[in-house]
């Protein structure tokens, strides 16, 4: 049982983490297109952010229905990092904690 938890703890912390990493990437691209650095004519470019758009809206969708509308500034990656980054705290513990009592 107990090793059971440790896998699914380790599958939260990647997953987190992924999540942490698609955000940061899709915010660097955005500044790319805002600044014309980047052609979003190419249709690998455009294929590319239709994919990071449908993997990050999920989480975008429910934090912009409580935040303010404040134009063209978008704080819902911001936030949902903020929470990626609170969860990450318990579940990188606890994942530590159990490698401990593993090498133990």
């Given at each position: 049982m107990?090793?059971?938890l440790n896998a699914l703890n380790g599958i939260v912390y990647i997953v987190l983490e992924a999540i942490w990493w698609i955000i940061i990437?899709?915010?660097v691209?955005?500044?790319l297109i805002a600044f014309n650095v980047i052609n979003t004519s190419n249709e690998y470019v455009r294929n590319g952010l239709y994919a990071l758009?449908?993997?990050t809206e999920p989480l975008y969708r429910?934090?912009?229905k409580v935040?303010?509308?404040l134009g063209a500034l978008d704080l819902s990656p911001m936030v949902v990092l903020l929470a990626v980054i609170i969860l990450?705290?318990?579940v990188?513990?606890?994942l530590f904690a159990a490698l401990m009592r593993a090498a133990a």
């Open positions: 107990f090793e059971l990437v899709q915010a691209l955005s500044w758009d449908r993997m429910p934090v912009r935040l303010p509308d990450q705290g318990p990188r513990e606890n």
